[in-house]
């Protein structure tokens, strides 16, 4: 870290998450995000420019105010949009959460890891040390299917998450469940036989398709691709709960 202050470009902020981490969390969501996956919810994160600028100590101080409702499992998540884009601002920040006491989660895509740089894997390892929880999206795991869907590789995805598996990091993973899209069999026992593999998943999540976010894409005059599809249906998630060997949550 040089002495120059980082500073975060935030898309927004909810005071009282319940399904971005362990217990109640106060969600940052970082903009900026070089995927273009065909059924984001949140493309109005894309820029990164779009942000609010914050320095990490005053976005702390501004999370603290509802520590008290956060208990003993809560804390704070940082998402997106794609917060690995503001490495920098983000090991800050969980740094002086941690000095604080605080759980700290990365909700990440993981597009931007690179274990072929040196210097971001510096990076990305001084950050591993302040970040208590991984949340990781694996959207798909053939490598064709993924860069249509995405418009960018699996490879450095899986990386992150057999790095994290190596070095005993606590991951959550979750799937979006597309009916027709990300719901094949092959895919998701493909996705199954890597959850047998990585020891240090502690939970596993399918999150089904919805269309909330569609008026965001017209709003932005973005042409919506995945017009006209379905949400799954209750069968359908359960059926790939069952290939992924998902037991429900207490």
């Not at 500073?7 to 969390?25: A, K, M, W």
């Not at 065909?38 to 101080?61: I, K, M, V």
């Not at 929880?133 to 057999?162: C, F």
């Not at 990585?198 to 691709?225: A, C, M």
Request: hydrophobic content about 35%.
């Amino acid at each position: 870290m040089t002495g120059e202050k980082n500073i975060g470009y935030v898309h927004s902020l909810e005071s009282f998450g319940s399904v971005d981490g362990p217990g109640v969390r106060y969600v940052i969501f970082l903009s900026g995000c070089a995927m273009r996956c065909q059924f984001c919810h949140n493309p109005d994160t894309w820029d990164r420019n779009s942000g609010t600028p914050y320095e990490a100590g005053a976005l702390l101080e501004k999370a603290c105010k509802y520590r008290s409702y956060w208990g003993s499992k809560g804390g704070i998540t940082v998402s997106g949009g794609e917060p690995l884009l503001q490495i920098d601002f983000l090991t800050e920040l969980f740094t002086k959460a941690k000095e604080k006491g605080i759980h700290t989660t990365l909700d990440t895509s993981a597009n931007p890891f690179d274990p072929d740089s040196a210097e971001f894997m510096e990076k990305f390892e001084k950050l591993m040390e302040v970040t208590d929880l991984v949340m990781l999206d694996i959207k798909e795991m053939d490598p064709e299917k993924h860069k249509a869907l995405t418009g960018q590789t699996n490879e450095n995805i899986l990386a992150l998450a057999d790095w994290l598996n190596e070095h005993g990091k606590p991951m959550w993973i979750r799937h979006v469940l597309v009916p027709e899209l990300t719901d094949d069999e092959a895919g998701l026992q493909a996705l199954r036989e890597k959850l047998d593999r990585w020891s240090n998943v502690e939970r596993v999540e399918i999150l089904p398709y919805h269309t909330l976010g569609l008026f965001k894409w017209q709003n932005l005059g973005i042409d919506y691709p995945l017009e006209g599809v379905r949400t799954p249906t209750q069968e359908e998630v359960e059926k790939a709960e069952k290939i992924l060997g998902i037991r429900k949550q207490p």
